[in-house]
């Protein structure tokens, strides 16, 4: 079975400090991709990050990184320095194959409230 | 430049009514799909559709029927409304390439069941 985990429902943090949000998947398929999007309080999805099962490499993009590890099944997602910009809720996504296509699904998401 | 663009934006309805959601692009997308988001429960899959013509069930297609009639058209319909439909549904697409590449979203439509 597919599954995505984001343990952390909530998460404050004063602006300026560093978060991690935590993504742990399950999935039995050696191909996969895993997504990162975000969810500002006006309600549309962003879309962050994708990364496929084979490329191990960790990324970097500004003020976010992200960091696989296939040997602990975690895709987490750091970010630096926070702003007030950053408060949203954070979706760590599986695309896995399926009946044809890739279907994607979804943990049920962190909230990250940055304080000024 | 619309994108992804769900019709109607909001909507109240009473047990038992019907009512169906629009979802539309641009963007010459081959896949569609129409999400739910709950509280706490993250987005979880309805139906979705791989081509004009085709639709298949999701994770939760119970209560729902969707038709896919046209490429840029993925519509989502409440037969009769319970109120555990009360939710945010989003519509989403992508081209149809053997990667699943980035998922482009709607901007949601909020519905409440009375």
């Known amino acids: 079975a597919q599954k995505v985990t984001q343990a952390q429902t909530e998460i404050s943090v004063v602006e300026k400090e560093d978060v991690t949000l935590d993504c742990v998947y399950e999935?039995?398929?050696?191909?996969?991709?895993l997504f990162w999007y975000k969810q500002p309080p006006s309600g549309e999805l962003v879309f962050l990050i994708r990364?496929?099962?084979?490329?191990?490499q960790n990324e970097i993009s500004g003020r976010y990184s992200w960091n696989f590890q296939k040997s602990t099944s975690s895709f987490n997602f750091t970010i630096t320095a926070s702003q007030v910009v950053d408060s949203a809720v954070y979706f760590c996504?599986?695309?896995?194959?399926?009946?044809?296509?890739?279907?994607?699904?979804f943990g049920k998401g962190t909230k990250l409230s940055v304080i000024p | 430049n619309a994108g992804v663009t769900q019709t109607p934006k909001f909507r109240v309805l009473k047990t038992g009514q019907s009512m169906t959601l629009l979802c539309a692009q641009d963007?010459?997308?081959?896949?569609m799909y129409w999400y739910r988001q709950d509280p706490g429960m993250g987005l979880r899959l309805i139906h979705y559709?791989?081509?004009?013509?085709?639709?298949a069930k999701g994770e939760v297609p119970d209560g729902y029927n969707v038709s896919r009639l046209k490429k840029q058209n993925f519509l989502l319909g409440l037969e009769s409304a319970a109120p555990s439909q009360t939710s945010v549904y989003f519509c989403?697409?992508?081209?149809?390439?053997?990667?699943?590449?980035?998922?482009?979203f709607g901007e949601g439509s909020r519905l409440t069941v009375l």
């Open positions: 999935t039995r398929d050696t191909t996969y991709y």
């Open positions: 963007m010459n997308h081959e896949y």
């Open positions: 996504a599986l695309a896995y194959s399926g009946a044809g296509s890739y279907q994607l699904t």
């Open positions: 989403a697409s992508r081209p149809s390439d053997t990667v699943p590449g980035e998922l482009f």
């Open positions: 990364r496929n099962s084979f490329d191990e």
């Open positions: 559709s791989v081509g004009e013509g085709t639709t």
